[in-house]
């Protein structure tokens, strides 16, 4: 079975943050007969996280998107960008 992660940040994005989730997750989901067939890192924007939804959907059968726990004053959370773009969690 392939699986597809997501990774949502702009932090990720401009080098102030380190994206260590993707390489446990392929990992992990390795030992139980997973195969990882992509990784995508976006910014908080709706748009993205919509495209790579879509794109993640077109080319795996599970789709990944760690959770991540922000300070509300450092910018939006990923579900509410997810909400915004259109879809249900």
Known sequence: MNAGIIIIG????????????????????????FRTETVITVGDDGKSISDAIDWCLDVADVVFMPARRRNSASGPDALPSIQAAGRSM
């Open 10 to 33: 702009d932090e990720i994005l401009i080098g102030q943050v380190v994206d260590i989730n993707s390489s446990w997750i392929s990992r992990e989901m390795n030992k139980i007969g």
